[in-house]
């Protein structure tokens, strides 16, 4: 459960025009997204066969970075910049793209690559579902 929406709604003045349910999914997705890539990372750097799962690791990390700048940028309502949000959005799908594949990659030997690829994949459609809608 997260504070998203009553954060949001609480902004004292009007907000850019960005449908708030979208906007609401995607900011929750993608923190759900940056705290399952760290944890895969974590897990793989664990795996006692760890070298085969460093584009793994680096990816989920890449991926988990991008995911928490785009919540930052997409929490605040002043200054908006929607050309910036725009490529923040797209960076982050790809960023969460590349993680899908590498996870995906792992996923029938490694519980966590399964995980952190669906939140990846969510995370993905729920900002291209942002993007679409502006």
Not at 56 to 67: I, Q, R, T, Y
Not at 70 to 98: G, I
């Amino acid at each position: 459960m997260t504070d998203v929406a009553a954060m949001l709604n609480a902004y004292p003045r009007e907000r850019p025009q960005v449908n708030d349910d979208l906007l609401v999914i995607c900011i929750q997705e993608a923190l759900n997204c940056a705290q399952a890539c760290v944890s895969c990372a974590d897990a793989c750097s664990a795996d006692p066969s760890a070298a085969h799962l460093a584009q793994c690791a680096g990816a989920a990390l890449n991926c988990a970075d991008m995911a928490t700048a785009v919540v930052r940028v997409l929490s605040r309502s002043t200054p908006y910049d929607a050309d910036v949000t725009t490529a923040a959005l797209r960076a982050l799908a790809e960023a969460c793209r590349a993680c899908y594949g590498q996870c995906q990659k792992h996923a029938l030997e490694l519980e966590c690559c399964q995980i952190c690829g669906d939140a990846c994949r969510r995370c993905a459609q729920a900002c291209q579902r942002l993007l679409r809608q502006g």
